[in-house]
C-alpha cells in the first residue's frame, strides 16, 4: 500500500498550502502532487449539490482508493510520505476513517486565532466571486442557516475555528504523541523553528528549511460595479458548470476568478467592534483549547487596535522577513 506516513489535517487558511509547499522542498519528504486530495472527507464519491462553487469543489476529490493510493508511489524508499487536506480535523468521520485505515499516522495541526482565521475564509470566497454577503459579520449571521442547506465545511466561519472541540474528538482517537499542534504565529514569527520542529516531529533532518514560500494570500476586491456583476456571473455560472466537463468548468471559473483579482488590495484587518461581535462563538472553546494543551491563548480574546495589533503588542510585520505568509 502507498498511504500516507503524515497529514497537514487541519485548519483552513492557517497557512497549509505554504507549509505543503515549504515541505515539498524537503529532500527526506514526499508530498502528493495534488495538495488537497480530500480522501477522507467521504466513503465514495462526494455530493453534488451545496453552495456556491461547491459542486466544482466536489469534482476535485481523489475519493477513489487506487487514484489516492498512485498520488504516493513516486515517493523515494523510506520518505515519509504525507498531504495537506485541512479540513480532516474538523470532520468527525474524516478522523474515524483515518484512523481505521492509517491508525499510526502523524498528523500536523496549525491553529490561528478563530476571528481571524473566519474573516480570511470569508474574504477568500468574497475574492473568488462566491461568497453572496458583503461584510463579514454578517455573513457569519447566515453560518447555521448554510449548514441546514448543506453548504460545504469550507463555508462554516465559526465552526472550523473551534479548535478545542476538534482536538477534544483527536485526541479520542490518537495518541497525543502522534500530533503536533503549532500557532499559525510562529509560522509567521519564526518559520525556520517552526520548520524544524515540524521535520523532528516527522523524523527526518532539520536545519534543512529556511523559509514558508508565499502561497494563497487572502486578498480583498472592492465592491465595485465590476466586482458584483462577475461575482453574480460566478454564482449563476455555477449550476451551469455542474453540466459542463470539468476541465471546462475549472478553465471557466480561473479566468473569472483571475478578473476578480486585478487590482487587489491586501486584506484589511478587522475592527475592535467586529471583533468583539464573533468573539462570543469562540470564547468557551478557547478556555477548553487552553486546557487540552496547557497553554493560554486569551491573547485571541484581547482588545485590537485600528491596525489589528493586540493593544499592547508589537506592530504587525515584525519578525517576517524571511516569510512569505502575511494575513
Partial sequence: MALPDFLIAGVPKAGTTALHAALSRHPGLYLSPVKEPKFFLT?????????????????????????????????PPGAPRGEATPLYLYDPAAMR????????????????????????????????????????????????????????????????????????????????????????????????????????????????????????????????LSHRAVSLGMRAGDAVGRLLPGTVATLATRRLEDFLQRGRRERQPLSWDQRQTLLPRFEADVQLLGTLLGEDFSDWLAPRDRSGNIVGSRPAGQGQARNGLRR
Fill in 97 to 224: 476513517r483515518i484512523h481505521d485505515l492509517i491508525p499510526d499516522v502523524r498528523l500536523i495541526v496549525i491553529i490561528r486565532d478563530p476571528v481571524e482565521r473566519a474573516h480570511s475564509n470569508w474574504a477568500h470566497l468574497w475574492s473568488a466571486g462566491l461568497e453572496p454577503v458583503g461584510d463579514f459579520v454578517a455573513a457569519c449571521a447566515e453560518e447555521e442557516r448554510r449548514i441546514a442547506a448543506g453548504w460545504a465545511p469550507f463555508w462554516h466561519y465559526a465552526g472550523l475555528g473551534r479548535y478545542g472541540e476538534q482536538l477534544q474528538r483527536a485526541f479520542a482517537l490518537f495518541p497525543r504523541e502522534q500530533l503536533l499542534v503549532l500557532r499559525y504565529r510562529r509560522l509567521i514569527d519564526d518559520p525556520v523553528a517552526a520548520l524544524d520542529l515540524i521535520c523532528a516531529f516527522l523524523g527526518v533532518e532539520v536545519g534543512l528549511l529556511t523559509e514558508i514560500p508565499r502561497e494563497n494570500v487572502t486578498a480583498h476586491p472592492e465592491p465595485t
Fill in 43 to 75: 466513503d465514495g464519491p462526494p455530493p453534488t449539490k451545496g453552495g456556491p462553487g461547491d459542486a466544482l469543489t466536489y469534482r476535485e476529490h481523489v475519493w477513489q482508493r487506487d487514484r489516492y493510493e498512485a498520488l504516493f508511489d513516486a515517493a
